[in-house]
């Protein structure tokens, strides 16, 4: 069955950076566009990146251009999303998806803090 694992999450003061990744298995993966969404608390998921499949086309949320980028590997089945320039405002569970199955993963939690 399709499984997303994510990792890579923490605490960060402002203005530093994390390397979120996620691990796919289940599909073939190169096959397929890959989403990365966050979920602030009391707020609605948002979709932050994402990835085409063969081209790799990239797009991202007006509120992260500039300061995330999306990647994959599909040798190693795997979709990361660097970040940043880390606000507070970025502050949020991290969740990798893979639309064309509607499958997300547990989810990693990343705290911008002082």
């Known amino acids: 069955q399709v499984q997303l694992v994510e990792s890579g999450g923490g605490l960060v003061q402002p203005g530093g950076s994390l390397r979120l990744s996620c691990a796919a298995s289940?599909?073939?993966?190169?096959?397929?566009?890959m989403n990365w969404y966050r979920q602030a608390p009391g707020k609605e998921r948002e979709l932050v990146a994402t990835?085409?499949?063969?081209?790799?086309?990239?797009n991202y949320a007006n509120s992260v251009k500039g300061r995330f980028t999306i990647s994959r590997d599909n040798a190693k089945n795997t979709v990361d999303l660097q970040i940043n320039s880390l606000k507070a405002e970025d502050t949020a569970v991290y969740y990798c998806?893979?639309?064309?199955?509607?499958?997300w993963g547990q989810g990693t939690q990343v705290t911008v803090s002082s």
């Open positions: 990835i085409s499949s063969t081209r790799g086309t990239k």
């Open positions: 998806n893979a639309p064309a199955f509607r499958a």
């Open positions: 289940g599909f073939t993966f190169r096959n397929y566009g």
